[in-house]
Nanobody, 129 residues
Framework: QAQLVESGGGSVQAGGSLRLSCVLS????????LAWFRQSSGKEREAVAA????????YYADFVKGRFTISLDTAKNTLYLQMNALQPEDTAMYYC??????????????????????WGQGIMVTVSS
């Protein structure tokens, strides 16, 4: 059973940076999609960025393009989300998620919540103005 554990969240002022990490324990890489989602109060959970392990393609939501970068270190079994130029509207609980094996890159973006079988517990990011 895969276990995903996030770290690196916290509070930062607008314009600042944070790097989230997600350690994927017991995870077997194949043709998977690994992603970061976020959910703020009263809103649906939404995909922020995704990494397709077959081919390395990446997806970014429009609202983070140019500011956030997703990356995967397979030697450390860790998925990262580098977040720069943070804004108050980025305040949310951030979740790491992984799909089972499949041809996920064939599906049109964005990645959907119901594609993902494994989730981390979530980590809070708060951006103050």
């Amino acid at each position: 059973q895969a276990q995903l554990v996030e770290s690196g969240g916290g509070s930062v002022q607008a314009g600042g940076s944070l790097r989230l990490s997600c350690v994927l324990s017991g995870y077997v890489y194949g043709s998977n999609c690994l992603a970061w989602f976020r959910q703020s109060s009263g809103k649906e959970r939404e995909a922020v960025a995704a990494f397709y392990t077959s081919g390395g393609r990446q997806y970014y939501a429009d609202f983070v393009k140019g500011r956030f970068t997703i990356s995967l270190d397979t030697a450390k079994n860790t998925l990262y989300l580098q977040m720069n130029a943070l804004q108050p509207e980025d305040t949310a609980m951030y979740y790491c998620a992984a799909t089972p094996r499949g041809e996920w890159w064939l599906l049109p973006p964005p990645p959907l919540v119901n594609h993902f079988s494994d989730w981390g517990q979530g980590i809070m990011v708060t951006v103050s103005s």
